[in-house]
T-cell receptor
Framework: GQNIDQPTEMTATEGAIVQINCTYQ??????LFWYQQHAGEAPTFLSY??LDGLEEKGRFSSFLSRSKGYSYLLLKELQMKDSASYLC??????????WGAGTKLIIKP | GAVVSQHPSWVICKSGTSVKIECRSL??????MFWYRQFPKQSLMLMAT?????????EQGVEKDKFLINHASLTLSTLTVTSAHPEDSSFYIC?????????????FGPGTRLTVL
């Protein structure tokens, strides 16, 4: 079956770095997405990886290892506004997104 | 970037009535649109996938006669919740993708919060 695993909740301190891990199993693979979702709002796109390696975009970076079925989202210089849920989603061979349950990130001052 | 709008943003209706939610891609052609439902503190649940000009493909457990989806043009899809009941109260989110663009990204609308009394 198809499955996405990510931690339910993480806590970090303002100004620090946090890494949110995601493992996936899908029928075929067409890329790994990370979305940010604030409470009561729709998800917003953060990153897309389809090749192995690290993609850096400002304070956020995303890593992919296809052989391991593993990705992580790295957030640097954490700000209070980064408190949100972070959704990992893998795209299968039918170009359908398989969603994780999301990781709720709590930032403390 | 690509923009997807949804209307209305929130709606309150009486039990037994029908509610229509519109999803529009404003600056690109959405060959495929997705409808999601999200209950509080839960992840997105895909309800159905619709391709322009064809019938929607519903996920297991989603009643196609209750959740009517129409994708008549490349910029508009509608979801109609028929005979709504309180258990249908949820956050409904659409997303759109242009399969001809070569990009796999789905662009999300802002969501519609439905409350059925």
């Amino acid at each position: 079956g198809q499955n996405i695993d990510q931690p339910t909740e993480m806590t970090a301190t303002e100004g620090a770095i946090v890494q949110i891990n995601c493992t996936y199993q899908t029928s075929g693979f067409n890329g790994l997405f990370w979305y940010q979702q604030h409470a009561g709002e729709a998800p917003t796109f953060l990153s897309y990886n389809v090749l192995d390696g690290l993609e850096e975009k400002g304070r956020f970076s995303s890593f992919l290892s296809r052989s391991k079925g593993y990705s992580y989202l790295l957030l640097k210089e954490l700000q209070m506004k980064d408190s949100a849920s972070y959704l990992c989603a893998a795209m299968d061979s039918n170009y359908q997104l398989i969603w994780g349950a999301g990781t709720k990130l709590i930032i403390k001052p | 970037g690509a923009v997807v709008s949804q209307h209305p943003s929130w709606v309150i209706c009486k039990s037994g009535t029908s509610v229509k939610i519109e999803c529009r891609s404003l600056d690109f052609q959405a060959t495929t649109m997705f409808w999601y439902r999200q209950f509080p503190k839960q992840s997105l649940m895909l309800m159905a996938t619709s391709n322009e000009g064809s019938k929607a493909t519903y996920e297991q457990g989603v009643e196609k006669d209750k959740f009517l989806i129409n994708h008549a043009s490349l910029t508009l899809s509608t979801l109609t919740v028929t005979s709504a009941h309180p258990e249908d109260s949820s956050f409904y989110i659409c997303s759109a993708r242009d399969v001809t663009s070569g990009y796999n990204e789905q662009f999300f609308g802002p969501g519609t919060r439905l409350t059925v009394l």
